[in-house]
């Protein structure tokens, strides 16, 4: 549980929550925040690379 708050943000804190008291399935919750948050890394750092 400790984990889950940690990863999302404030905000996305009641959203996680609800999924997570809905589906049940934790693990739905937790690749959602962390994909996006590495695609916005990867996306700006390949750009500067091949300019």
Same mark, same amino acid.
């Given at each position: 549980?400790?984990?889950?708050? /940690?990863?999302?943000t404030?905000? @996305?804190?009641?959203?996680? @929550?609800?999924?997570?008291?809905?589906?049940?399935?934790?693990? @739905? =919750? =937790?690749? =959602?925040? /962390?994909?996006?948050?590495? #695609?916005l /890394?990867e996306?700006p =750092?390949?750009?500067?690379?091949? #300019?």
């Open positions: 549980m400790p984990q889950s708050n /940690d990863n999302t404030p905000p @996305s804190s009641p959203k996680a @929550s609800s999924t997570n008291g809905t589906n049940g399935h934790s693990g @739905s =919750a =937790a690749p =959602a925040p /962390d994909l996006p948050i590495i #695609r /890394d996306l =750092a390949i750009d500067i690379e091949t #300019r």
